[in-house]
Structure formats: structure tokens, C-alpha cells
């Protein structure tokens, strides 16, 4: 067995440990792969194009863009921020697990671009999920907005990562099919995407109940916290 | 017959249209380089079958150059103002959303209804490819909408399309550039050094315990490359294909498909996945530059045990 070939993937772990630019970093690894295996340059660069005919068809999805673009330039996004507006008068934790759910459903027929942290966490999500807490639990300490804010981020992640896959044009069926296509396996993308399923749905309820355990601890430390006040402020001899 | 070649030629004719508008396009700073990194993906559109894959090869050397050492550059949009955005979200409403989901729709129409349609004895789809031409087919379709929802001819969806493609910008490569380079570590061998030091360290007959190998490498392999894009190619030939289909026959469609979200389930874990992890972590102000992965991979880490689970009960049938 030749091991020296796993430097390619050292290259490769290096290169973004070093925040060098990913595009470079994978041409650089494949070279240095080729090299560690005996493969000489040229013919690293007839894999690299041979590979390239057969898979580009992974620039697909940048045909859906014209249609996202038009309708971006006519309100989409400002038509959909208004959608999720009217959760309003909700908790922290239906708020997160009603995003969780419309941002697993969005990208699973393809609109991975309608949510995200710059276009909804920042400006919407985030706010009314601090919003919400506030409301509910009165007034917020700075460690616990900063873990709110935080929170939100992993669920727009959580919501993107496990919708995305269910969508039959998404790069990484395409990816899986075009790879066993190569190993002798045709499978049907529709197949794969449908096999996204019961992960999507194991991950809709394991951070939906991450998010209700959250919000139930927040409110038990916002009360410790008030009760160690209170009690500072009843008998401040005994923290002196 | 409607095949791949079909899909290339819209492709190449898509990607043209970018380069040359991005080369007319005086705001861009590296209009230049914008436009020939476009015009190249373009002409191997066209060209690429017919084209010896050295010089193929080469070309991808050279669109990494150009996108790693800052060759694209954004331009100016014919956007719209704020206050014009609002006016038309609120004229138009729910229908903007129509064609939008029109290109999932008519994607699935077509891979399920379309793909058994013939005209004569030959099918209007080619078989092989049905969900990739339903995919093209329903971007048209949905376009054709979008322009009559907005009054807005096909041109100016593609002018429009620039300001998301330019702000893309080479990432939008880096899918297609990291399956190339998985197509070197398999002719490199590095799949069979990874099994190796798999087989090396698990018993092998045990299905569970390969289950378990793949979808924690997977993870793993995801943590240490920042994309799981990278990382199928490698725990898949690697440890999947020899060891599960070859050796305990395990259904490949489930397979492949769990073992990718296994990957995902990396990406929550890891710093290198950036734009998910650290950008937000900045963007909400945090202190602590790890605390959106700090929130998220406990879901991370229990949604990947249930993958093992599930790679185990559906894909080993």
C-alpha cells in the first residue's frame, strides 16, 4: 500500500489552515498529489481535464440565477422579510423553530439564497429573536443576546445544510451521481435527493428540541439572576 | 431528442452573455479578467469534448489563476432603489414567488412525467440525463414568467443575474474544482490509502462498524477540508464503494446520500467552513468568534449518530 499520497490531503488541510484562496489550494493539492503518487504534471492536467468535460455540468445551478435576479430586483427578498414578519407575537423558541422550518423547506425546492445570515439573521432574525426573549423574560444581559444571536446563526445553518440536499438540482446530488456514475452505478438523482429525507427530518426535531431546552434554560438563568439581585438588594450585608 | 448537449450549449450561451457583458461592464475594476474568466467557462462549454484534455486541463489551471489571484471583480447593476424595491414587493406580492418555485416544479415534473414521453421511437428527453435538461428546460420556463410577472425582457434577467454571479464570484467553481480534484486523489490512489488505514483499524465484516467509519470519517474528513464536497470522493471510494456496495451490498443511493449529510454534519463543527461559521459569528457582533459553532454542534453531533442509524437500517436493508 503507497501511503505518500495522503500529502496530497495534508496539502490540502494546510492550504485552508493557511487561509490561502480554496481555488488555488485544490489545483495546488492536485499537483502535489500527482507527485506524491508518481503521476507526472501533464498528466495530473489531463486528469484535471477530463474530469472538468465530464462534470461540468456542476455550473448548473447558475442558470437558475436570471430568474432569482429578476425577481430580487423586483421586491422578492423585501416581499419575503415581510412574510416572516408576521410571526410575530411569538417566543424565542417557536420563532427559531418556524424559521428552522421554512429555511428547510425554501431550500429544498431550491431557494437557498432566501434566507442567510447576511439577507435574514442579521436584520430579522436575530432582532426578533432577542425581541421575543425580551418580551417574554424581561430584560436581557449581554451573554445571553450574545448566545441568542448566536443560536439563530446555527439554526439558519442547520436549516440550510439539511433542506438543500432534498432538492434534485443541488450541486452535491449532482456530485453523488456523477461519481457513481463513473463507478459503474446509475442512479436516479430524484433517488438520492429522496434519501435526504429522513436526515432532514431527524434534524428538524433534534434542534427543535435544542431550541425549546435553550429557551427553558435561558429563563432559568435570567431567574437565578434576578433572584441573586434580589436577594443582594434584600440583604446586602451578606454579600459584603 | 433534448440531451446534455443541449444543456451545454445554454450553459455556453449563458456564460458568453456574462463575459461580455461583464467586459462592457466600465464600473468593474477587473472587467478584463472578469470577462475572460466568463468567456473561458463559456468556450469549454462549447468546446470541451473536442478539445485533447491536456488543454482542458490547462484552461482549469488557468481559471484558478485568475480566480485565486483576485481576477474578479464586481461591477455596476442596474439596480433599484429601496423604496422601488418595497413598492414592488408590495404590488406584486405572493406571485413573486411563483417563479421562483416554478424551476423545482417543472425540474420534477420533468424528471417524473417528461421522462416517458417520445416523439416517434425516439424520447423527447434523453434518459440518461432527465433530471439535468428538466433543470435547464424549467430555468427557461421559470424565466419566461419571471419576465412576464415583471414586464422585464430575458436580457435584463441575465444583467440582473450579474450582480449575484459577480458576488459569487470564483466560488462558484469551487464545487466543480474540487470534484476535479477528487477525480486526481482516485487516480493518485488516495482513496485506497485511506481504506487502508480504515481496514487497518476496524474490523471490516462488522457492517456496523463500517457504517460507523464512513459516515464519522466523512464528518471528519469535512472538519479538516472545511467543504464535504471534498471529502465524498474520498471517503467514498475510499471506504463506501469497496467495503459497503462491494462487500455487504449495501443499496448506493441511501448510501451516498446519508454519508453527504454525514459531511454536513462536519461542516458545523469546523472553523473552515467560514462563510457559515466565523463570517456570521462577525456579522452578529459576537465576542466569542466560535459561538455560532459553539450553539449548533451539539444538533451537529447527535444528528450524526442518527446518521449512522439510519445509514445502517435503510442503505444495509
Not at chain 1, 88 to 103: D, H, P, Q, S, V
Amino acid at each position: 500500500m503507497n501511503y505518500w499520497p495522503l500529502i496530497g490531503v495534508a496539502a490540502l488541510a494546510l492550504g485552508f489552515v493557511l487561509r490561502l484562496n480554496p481555488a488555488l489550494v485544490v489545483v495546488a493539492a492536485g499537483f502535489i498529489t500527482g507527485l506524491a503518487a508518481k503521476i507526472s504534471p501533464l498528466e495530473v492536467l489531463d486528469v484535471l481535464g477530463k474530469a472538468y468535460t465530464e462534470k461540468r455540468f456542476l455550473l448548473l445551478f447558475l442558470l437558475t440565477l436570471p430568474v432569482i435576479g429578476l425577481l430580487e430586483r423586483h421586491g422578492l427578498k423585501e416581499h419575503a422579510q415581510r412574510w416572516v414578519a408576521r410571526l410575530r407575537g411569538a417566543t424565542m423558541a417557536r420563532l427559531l423553530i418556524a424559521y428552522l422550518l421554512m429555511r428547510q423547506l425554501a431550500s429544498a425546492v431550491g431557494l437557498t439564497s432566501l434566507g442567510g445570515h447576511p439577507q435574514t439573521v442579521r436584520p430579522l432574525l436575530a432582532p426578533m429573536a432577542e425581541g421575543a426573549a425580551q418580551s417574554n423574560h424581561g430584560d436581557l444581559d449581554e451573554d445571553t443576546r450574545q448566545r441568542i444571536r448566536a443560536m439563530a446563526a446555527g439554526t439558519d445553518n442547520v436549516g440550510l445544510f439539511f433542506g438543500e440536499d432534498i432538492f434534485i438540482a443541488f450541486g452535491a446530488v449532482l456530485l453523488i451521481q456523477s461519481f457513481f456514475a463513473e463507478h459503474g452505478f446509475k442512479l436516479d438523482p430524484l433517488h438520492i435527493a429522496l434519501w435526504g429525507i429522513p436526515t432532514a427530518i431527524c434534524a428538524f426535531l433534534i434542534h427543535c428540541v435544542r431550541v425549546l431546552r435553550f429557551e427553558r434554560a435561558t429563563i432559568r438563568r435570567l431567574a437565578q439572576q434576578r433572584a441573586a439581585e434580589l436577594a443582594a438588594v434584600a440583604d446586602p450585608a451578606r454579600d459584603a | 431528442m433534448i440531451g446534455l448537449q443541449f444543456v451545454y450549449w445554454l450553459m455556453g450561451l449563458y456564460f458568453g452573455a456574462l463575459a461580455w457583458r461583464g467586459a462592457r461592464d466600465a464600473a468593474n475594476p477587473r472587467r478584463w479578467t472578469t470577462a475572460l474568466f466568463w468567456g473561458l467557462i463559456a468556450a469549454l462549454m462549447f468546446l470541451a469534448e473536442h478539445l485533447p484534455n491536456k488543454v482542458v486541463g490547462a484552461c482549469v489551471v488557468a481559471l484558478a489563476l485568475l480566480a485565486g489571484f483576485g481576477g474578479l471583480g464586481r461591477g455596476g447593476y442596474a439596480e433599484t432603489g429601496e423604496a422601488e424595491k418595497q413598492r414592488e414587493s408590495q404590488r406584486l406580492g405572493n406571485r413573486l414567488f411563483w417563479p421562483a418555485l416554478l424551476i423545482p416544479a417543472v425540474t420534477l415534473a420533468a424528471a417524473l412525467g417528461l421522462k416517458h414521453v417520445r416523439i416517434g421511437d425516439t424520447p423527447l428527453l434523453e434518459p440518461a440525463n432527465v433530471t439535468l435538461v428538466g433543470l435547464s428546460l424549467a430555468c427557461l420556463v421559470a424565466l419566461a414568467a419571471a419576465c412576464r410577472l415583471t414586464r422585464q425582457t430575458p436580457w435584463s434577467g441575465v444583467e440582473q443575474s450579474r450582480r449575484l454571479v459577480d458576488a459569487i464570484g470564483w466560488a462558484a467553481l469551487l464545487p466543480l474544482l474540487l470534484a476535479t480534484l477528487g477525480s486526481v486523489f482516485e487516480a493518485g490512489g488516495v482513496g485506497q490509502a485511506v481504506a487502508g488505514v480504515v481496514r487497518m483499524a476496524i474490523p471490516v465484516d462488522n457492517a456496523f462498524a463500517v457504517v460507523a467509519a464512513y459516515a464519522l470519517g466523512m464528518a471528519l474528513f469535512t472538519v479538516i477540508m472545511g467543504n464535504a464536497f471534498a471529502a465524498f470522493p474520498v471517503m467514498t471510494g475510499g471506504i463506501a464503494l469497496p467495503l459497503l456496495v462491494g462487500h455487504h451490498h449495501a443499496d448506493p443511493a441511501p448510501l451516498a446520500a446519508i454519508g453527504m449529510l454525514s459531511g454536513y454534519c462536519g461542516t458545523l463543527f469546523t472553523p473552515m467552513a467560514a462563510n457559515f461559521n466565523l463570517v456570521p459569528a462577525a456579522l452578529l457582533e459576537l465576542k466569542d468568534p466560535y459561538g455560532v459553532i459553539r450553539a449548533q454542534w451539539p444538533t451537529g453531533a447527535i444528528l450524526l449518530a442518527c446518521n449512522v442509524l439510519l445509514m445502517y437500517w435503510i442503505a444495509l436493508r
